[in-house]
Structures are given as structure tokens and as C-alpha cells.
């Protein structure tokens, strides 16, 4: 029987140099619990998020934030593909969306900030003990449609957060998708 410890230790990486042990012992799990992610925690995640670095400090992003149990929670969860029926378990849902163009005009940098939102989120949840799973798996007209997402709104990724779940218990297949060593590709440079 395969339990979530042996999971843990199979995304354990092989580095060539330490890094933080937030980055190390992040994975994205496709198992999470019950166990709801506390009020206080939740408004420290999103705080790391309003604190990210942007192109030209225009924060162009926007997060629709769907708590398990809501009405919400269920409209994006219709929007997920089939493979990621696993995210019914998270305790947060949430649709990342970047701002196409504001004030200022078009922003050609709103995806990357987007993401590097997105990696604050993960890191604060990771750092509090919490984890995420990030996926581009939905329906994005059908998304924009539940959410009333309008121009010059566009979601791009829904990030599942809660705590990591018991794998002794759940589907063949996920755990397939889990038990997986993590790989990485060889950072590419060129001396100039």
C-alpha cells in the first residue's frame, strides 16, 4: 500500500546545489484532505501575493477566490477538465486571471506577472505548510462565463490549495500520477 509519507519521498529532488527547503519540498499533489486552510493562513497567501514584483508596478493580476463548500467553488469546479476531478477535495479554488490592458494601455508583461504572482502564492502556502496544485486543465470561455469574466479580464491557470491528503486511500490512478520521481531539465546557457 502506498501512503503519502512514500509519496513525499519519491518527489524528494536529486540537486546539484541546496536550495530553500520551500522550493525543495514543493510537488503539486493531486491528493489534498479535509482539512481546511485557517482564515489567518489564507489572508497571509494572498498577502504574498499582493506583494509581488510587476512590469512597471501595474499588478495585473486578479484572482477569483472560490472557498470549498461555496456556490463558487462548484461553478469552477464545473469548469475543470475531467482528469482534474481530484480538486473537489482542495480547500481553495482559485482562477488567476491577468488584466490584458488597464489605464496605462496594453501590457505586454501581464501572463509573466500573472505567474510570478502565482509563485508567491506557492511559495507563502508551501511555507505555511499548505499545497498547491496549478492547472491549465478548464474551460476558459466556459470559466469566463460562470465568473462573468469580462475583457480585459482573461483567466489563465485555477490553483488548488489545501492541505495534502491521505494516498492510502484513493484512486489507483492518482496515485500513478504521484508516485512519480521528479525530474527537471538541464538549465541551458551560452557564454557570451
Same mark, same amino acid.
Given at each position: ?120 502564492? /506557492? *511559495?507563502?502556502?508551501?511555507?505555511? %505548510?499548505? @499545497? ?11 470559466? $469566463? #462565463? ?11 491557470? /485555477? *490553483?488548488?490549495?489545501?492541505?495534502? %491528503?491521505? @494516498? ?11 508516485? $512519480? #520521481? ?11
Amino acid at each position: 500500500m502506498i501512503t503519502t509519507d512514500n509519496i513525499l519521498n519519491v518527489k524528494k529532488p536529486k540537486l546539484k546545489a541546496e536550495i530553500i527547503d520551500v522550493l525543495k519540498n514543493r510537488f503539486s499533489p493531486r491528493v489534498f484532505s479535509d482539512e481546511e486552510v485557517n482564515k489567518k493562513d489564507f489572508n497571509s497567501i494572498i498577502e504574498a501575493v499582493r506583494w509581488t514584483p510587476s512590469s512597471s508596478n501595474r499588478q495585473p493580476w486578479f484572482f477569483y477566490v472560490a472557498k470549498k463548500g461555496g456556490k463558487e467553488f462548484e461553478k469552477v469546479l464545473s469548469c475543470l477538465n475531467k482528469d482534474n476531478y481530484w480538486a473537489k477535495n482542495a480547500s481553495y479554488l482559485l482562477v488567476g486571471c491577468y488584466l490584458d490592458e488597464d489605464e496605462k494601455g496594453k501590457n505586454n508583461y501581464g501572463q509573466y506577472d500573472l505567474g510570478q504572482a502565482v509563485m508567491s502564492l /506557492v *511559495v507563502q502556502a508551501q511555507s505555511l %505548510g499548505y @499545497y498547491t496544485h496549478q492547472m491549465g486543465g478548464f474551460n476558459k470561455d466556459m470559466i $469566463k #462565463e460562470v465568473l462573468v469574466i469580462k475583457f480585459p479580464v482573461f483567466p489563465w491557470v /485555477v *490553483v488548488a490549495i489545501g492541505k495534502i %491528503g491521505d @494516498y492510502s486511500n484513493v484512486d489507483q490512478i492518482l496515485i500513478d500520477k504521484d508516485n $512519480k #520521481e521528479r525530474k527537471r531539465k538541464e538549465i541551458i546557457s551560452q557564454k557570451i
